[in-house]
């Protein structure tokens, strides 16, 4: 697992509390995850997620996944934690827009350390976002202390790739991304192991880079006033941005980093 030491939880609140965070919905929607709604219905299929179940979401951002859960797949609740302030602002006022609020309940607080009861969840779920946590053993952990005997774990997430990156590669990229380090599939497979689940799914989606590259065109050929707009009109740093959406592009075609799937079954 590669890793940098200077990035902390500090450092993600404050890219979701401001214009990095405004940015990242604006190319990817309110499902602030790569394939979006097509992702979130294919991991619930998978995982055979749906109706009456209530579940977890563990660094649940604006709420955008919990919602398509309860709306298309029927899911009875969702209680989601988030550490950033302004997106589960955010995510409340959604869900009572959408007229969800007595169905989505948020929790403002640190994923590793929820605070919810053992055992109370049919299932745990994530999307593109476990990515964040520094420690992904104690993050596992507690996606294991929540989920009911016999419920499931499923998420996706940004993994290393299997060609693997440089010490340089890893650096560069952990940096721009406020990653304080970036699992393998292999290595997520294990820890669910050591926390007393059944590996289903561990798998690369193959999505990542047709994704960024779908997120560079529509900067360059649709929304390029709109995220200048979000940066401050500053056309160095929206350059200096697009020359790092460039960068992933190119480790995601050399199979350096990857969205990884996951299904587990808690014994």
Not at 97 to 114: A, K, P, Q
Not at 144 to 168: C, Q
Not at 220 to 247: K, S, W
Request: hydrophobic letters at 45%; glycine letters at 10%; proline letters at 2%.
């Amino acid at each position: 697992m590669k890793s940098i030491a200077e990035i902390e939880l500090k450092d993600v609140t404050a890219v979701y509390n401001g214009a990095e965070g405004d940015l990242w919905e604006l190319l990817m929607g309110h499902q602030i995850h790569i394939g979006g709604f097509k992702s979130s219905m294919d991991l619930a299929e998978r995982a055979g997620i749906g109706a009456g179940m209530r579940g977890i979401d563990l660094c649940c951002c604006n709420g955008a996944g919990m919602r398509v859960l309860v709306r298309f797949r029927n899911v009875a609740s969702m209680t989601g934690v988030d550490a950033t302030e302004t997106v589960v602002h955010r995510g409340r006022q959604r869900c009572q827009e959408e007229d969800l609020g007595n169905r989505i309940h948020f929790v403002l607080g640190d994923v590793t350390n929820s605070g919810l009861p053992a055992g109370g969840a049919d299932f745990v779920w994530g999307e593109d976002a476990w990515c964040y946590v520094t420690d992904k053993p104690k993050l596992i952990a507690e996606a294991a202390r929540l989920v009911k005997s016999g419920g499931t774990i499923a998420f996706t997430d940004w993994v290393e790739g299997p060609a693997g990156l440089s010490d340089a590669e890893a650096e560069h990229f952990l940096s721009f991304m406020k990653f304080a380090n970036v699992q393998d599939i292999d290595g997520y497979a294990r820890l669910l192991t050591q926390n007393g689940c059944t590996v289903l799914v561990a798998e690369d989606t193959k999505q990542f880079a047709p994704h960024v590259d779908l997120y560079m065109k529509m900067v360059d050929m649709q929304l390029t006033y709109d995220a200048l707009r979000i940066v401050g009109f500053n056309m160095p740093l929206m350059q200096a941005l697009v020359a790092e959406f460039t960068f992933m592009s190119d480790l995601a075609q050399a199979g350096k980093i990857a969205q990884g799937r996951f299904i587990a079954r808690r014994n």
